[in-house]
Nanobody, 124 residues
Framework: QVQLVESGGGLVQAGGSLRLSCAAS????????VGWFRQAPGKEREFVAC????????ISADSVKGRFTLSRDNGENTVYLQMNSLKPEDTAVYYC?????????????????WGQGTQVTVSS
């Protein structure tokens, strides 16, 4: 069973930075896609960024390109989302997600495993 545990959320002023962590356990993730989604109040869950654990470039939503960076620590099975130049519209609960396979999907319905979420609040 795959387990994902997020951490690192919090309150930050506009223009500030946060780094979210997602600790993954329960599988060898070499053939998994791992990513981040977010959900603001009253809105649908939306894609933020993801990558294939086996390698290759990360893929990001247009709304976060140039500001958010995805990285990982293979030894710790941990994925990081570095968020810079944060805006109030980035305020949401951020979720780590994973799916088996190598295909990239932007829909949250394609992901089988989810963390509990971590709140990110950006004040203006």
């Amino acid at each position: 069973q795959v387990q994902l545990v997020e951490s690192g959320g919090g309150l930050v002023q506009a223009g500030g930075s946060l780094r979210l962590s997602c600790a993954a356990s329960g599988r060898t993730f070499s053939r998994y896609v791992v990513g981040w989604f977010r959900q603001a109040p009253g809105k649908e869950r939306e894609f933020v960024a993801c990558f294939r654990w086996s390698g290759g470039s990360a893929i990001s939503a247009d709304s976060v390109k140039g500001r958010f960076t995805l990285s990982r620590d293979n030894g710790e099975n941990t994925v990081y989302l570095q968020m810079n130049s944060l805006k109030p519209e980035d305020t949401a609960v951020y979720y780590c997600a994973a799916r088996e396979g190598v295909n990239i999907y932007y829909s949250p319905t394609r992901y089988d495993y989810w963390g509990q979420g971590t709140q990110v609040t950006v004040s203006s």
